[in-house]
Structures are given as structure tokens and as C-alpha cells.
């Protein structure tokens, strides 16, 4: 009893400090999030907002996620207007201090529209396709605005900062080429997807996109748009459709069941699929899904 009071005593007195000294970091996403703990370990106390298995264009507003800002030190966004929800958060915060990072900055974003599109294009990719992080390619440059946006609120660890990511990053490029040649069988290979998040990815494993079941990002299919991407299934003999976890089965399942194709869900997100799952967890999650399907 003695030792558990000394014990209690001892972390009264510790933990105030150690508290007071860590960074509080919001991110909009759980991708961001766990990039910023392998960069911010011990010093840092994480929270997203979204879910990993939500649609990342629709987050709808709560007061508790103002209050997780309220005394946040920095926030890191994805960008390219897919988070637009997390500046309303911020703005709700009313936190004057807090300092917003857009992770999107090192990227060079796909498929930026070369015309004005009208609103029946759908309004989600105006500035290019956001989905950006689920490549690995990514890796690099989102770790990149992390490591400077926690080096400019917590300048005297910035060090140790930078020897995490470096440290994240050798694990990376360790991993990664067993998980190319795991994939290897999906180069060249097409597949239709719900909503045209994949295309980073898509590039990193050499897959291709030629049609997706929305007709355009956040344009649900028509009957007819249905039968073009039935008749371009059976002329390519195309084996997977993927879905992401938040949209309807009813449509891909149709689809499915006319062309002999088999729906898999890939998630986006870190987390989506098994919660508490490490980045090379959840990546070769979607390639072994991917696998089994055009087994
Ligand atoms: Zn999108």
C-alpha cells in the first residue's frame, strides 16, 4: 500500500510537467494522425477527426470536435479542398493560437481539371484529385509539412522530430519492396472503382482506373452510365470492382452479379480495416484484397 501511494505521489508530481510540455496535434485525418505520432512519439498527444472508414468529402460538424482544437498547438489538414470541414472546425475553435498545416504542400496533385467544369462534374476534385495519401509516394512529402509544422510550435525538439521521420522512413523503404513484389501480379491489371480515390495509388503499383461506378466524384450512377461501365467490364474482361467501406454495396453487387466481377473494399484510410493497424498493415491489407480478387 505504502508503494502504490509513493507511486501515486511520485506521478502527481511528474505528470503535470511531462503534460505541460507536450504538443497537442489535431489531425483532420487518421493518416495524418498516425504520421504525426512515428514523428512526434512521447511528445505529442494526437487526435482526428474523422473516422477511418468515413467519407472524407462529407464530415459533418460536432461540437466536440471544436473542443478537441479548443487547445490544440497545430492541426494538419489533407488539402485541395477534400477537408474543407476541418477549417470550420478551427474557425469553431475560437483557439487564436493554433497554427493549421496543409499537408498537401509538397505534392504535385493528379488529374487537375484543365476546364471550368459545370456543377453536374461534380464539385469534389476541383483542384485535382486529393486523394493523394494513399500512396506510398506520399509518404515523403506529408511527413515532410509534419516534420515542419511540429518543428515551428516545438522548435527545441525539432532534432528529435526530424530522427523520427528519418527513422519512419528507412522502416518504409525496408518494407516497401516486399510489398511491390507481393503486388506484381496487379500490374496492368484494370479495375473499376466506387469514387476515383485511387489513382496515387493506382500509379505506385502500376493498376489501372478506367472507369468508376460514380460518374463523376460525387455523381452517383446514372442507368445509363451503369451500362457503359457493364459493357466496358465484359469487353475487358475486368475482374475487381472496389468499393470504399462507406458506400453501398447494392450497386457494385448488381453490377457484380451481370458481369461475373467480385467486389472488394479498400479501405483509404489507416485504421479502416483493422483498428490500431501499422501503415504496412493496412497497405498490404488493400493489395492482398486486390490479389484475391483477380484470383
Ligand atoms: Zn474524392
Known sequence: MKQILALVAALVVALPMSISARITVVTS???????????GGDFISVESIASPKADLHYVEMRPSYMVKVRDADAVFKVGLELDMWMDRIVDGSRNNHVKVFDCARYITPMEVPTFKADASYGDLHRFGNPHYWISPASVEPITR?????????????????????????????????????????????????????????????????????????????????????????????????????????????????????????????????????????????NVKALLAGIK
Open 29 to 39: 485525418t487518421s493518416d495524418l494522425a498516425y504520421f504525426a505520432k512515428m514523428i
Open 145 to 285: 509539412v509534419i516534420l515542419e509544422g511540429l518543428s515551428l510550435v516545438d522548435p527545441a525538439r525539432s532534432s528529435f522530430y526530424a530522427g523520427n521521420r528519418d527513422a519512419f522512413l528507412a522502416t518504409l523503404d525496408k518494407e516497401l519492396p516486399a510489398i511491390k513484389t507481393e503486388a506484381a501480379p496487379l500490374e496492368g491489371v484494370e479495375i473499376i472503382t466506387y469514387h476515383n480515390s485511387w489513382p496515387y495509388f493506382a500509379e505506385y503499383f502500376g493498376i489501372k482506373l478506367p472507369g468508376f461506378i460514380e460518374k463523376y466524384p460525387g455523381v452517383g450512377p446514372s442507368p445509363s452510365h451503369m451500362r457503359d461501365i457493364i459493357d466496358l467490364i465484359k469487353q475487358d474482361h475486368i475482374k475487381v470492382i472496389a468499393m470504399e467501406p462507406y458506400f453501398e454495396k447494392r450497386v457494385p453487387e448488381k453490377i457484380a452479379e451481370m458481369t461475373g466481377a467480385t467486389v472488394v473494399t479498400l479501405y483509404p484510410s489507416i485504421g479502416g480495416r483493422n483498428e490500431g493497424e501499422s501503415y504496412i498493415d493496412w497497405l498490404r491489407g
